[in-house]
């Protein structure tokens, strides 16, 4: 694994009688990768995991890995029970994933001695590179950054951090007590340009799958410190980039892709599709991207039919 760059959470597509499309599962992952994304992060929160069932799982990674050929898959590993991520994870590794995205276990909200414990159960169950994902805010579970060191310190496999607290001063926090030991990827959209500045290396991005292109070019104008044209591209991105922070960023990140013709906004319940204030807000940042959007340079969706 290269933990570094641009790495979408991808969105799980569903058929009209809500079966996963992996048909088009397929398109949208070869034309994510075609327009520079560097691997491919599948099962996460984003990705709708929670509702999947285990044999989804399994084809949406095989999938996958079929798309990326020898570029990496990274699988989220979370479940309701140890045993159940511990069980996936080793799965994960046998289908050909090049490293898993571990997260606190669903539904139970624990402590340090509980989630220590959980999470180096996923780690010492595989040989694949890990990355912890930290998002307190959705998992009410928080991996602070003395949390993080301890266990970098151990398991030699952990090598990333996808920090999602919102705080980019976590970022400099963590890079503080591990240096380069290891590598630190946003997880919340609207922060990414402020936290390459302070030591970030990678995004786990979500209005990529709408967006793959103007993702990919914020991400290395902001990298290369090219400042004035990343914030001139992130001061047209940041409405959109701001559905990712909500509650119902699933639903309006996959009503954005449908709106742009990369997808569809269906999403499985207890989940429902936009509608009244929600949805018209939603149209009010769509409509004035797309009026003021600039040649991206993007490689259409279309080119990667039949992958």
């Not at 499309?21 to 599948?42: K, R, S, T």
């Not at 970098?152 to 030991?181: F, M, P, Q, Y």
């Not at 990343?230 to 047209?236: G, I, Q, T």
Request: glycine share 8%; hydrophobic share 50%.
């Amino acid at each position: 694994m290269n933990w570094t760059g641009v790495m979408p959470a991808m969105t799980t597509p569903f058929t009209p009688d809500m079966k996963v499309d992996l048909e088009f599962l397929a398109q949208h992952a070869a034309w994510q990768l075609g327009n520079g994304c560097v691997g491919l992060i599948m099962l996460g929160s984003l990705g709708e995991g929670a509702t999947l069932e285990h044999d989804e799982k399994i084809a949406i990674l095989k999938t996958a890995v079929r798309v990326a050929g020898k570029l990496p898959v990274v699988a989220s590993i979370s479940a309701l029970s140890t045993a159940a991520a511990v069980k996936l994870a080793k799965e994960a590794e046998d289908l050909g994933c090049s490293g898993l995205m571990v997260l606190p276990p669903y539904v139970y909200t624990s402590d340090w001695h509980e989630m220590k414990a959980h999470v180096e159960a996923i780690f010492g169950a595989t040989k694949l590179e890990c990355m912890l994902y930290n998002n307190p805010v959705a998992y009410k579970t928080d991996f602070l950054p003395q949390h993080i060191a301890e266990l970098a310190e151990v398991h030699t496999n952990l090598k990333a951090v996808k920090e999602s607290s919102t705080d980019v001063r976590r970022v400099a926090a963590i890079r503080a007590l591990l240096g380069e030991k290891l590598s630190i990827f946003v997880g919340v959209d609207d922060v990414i340009v402020e936290a390459l500045g302070v030591g970030a290396v990678g995004w786990v991005a979500g209005l990529v799958n709408a967006y793959p292109a103007e993702s990919v070019e914020l991400f290395e104008l902001a990298k290369a410190g090219r400042q004035e044209e990343a914030f001139e591209l992130y001061r047209w991105f940041l409405p959109l980039l701001r559905l990712d922070t909500v509650p119902k960023f699933v639903q309006l990140i996959k009503w954005v892709q449908e709106q742009a013709g990369v997808g569809s906004a269906r999403v499985r319940a207890p989940r429902l599709e936009l509608q009244g204030k929600d949805l018209a807000e939603a149209k009010a940042v769509f409509e004035k991207a797309k009026a003021t959007r600039a040649n991206s340079g993007e490689r259409p969706i279309s080119e990667f039919v039949g992958a």
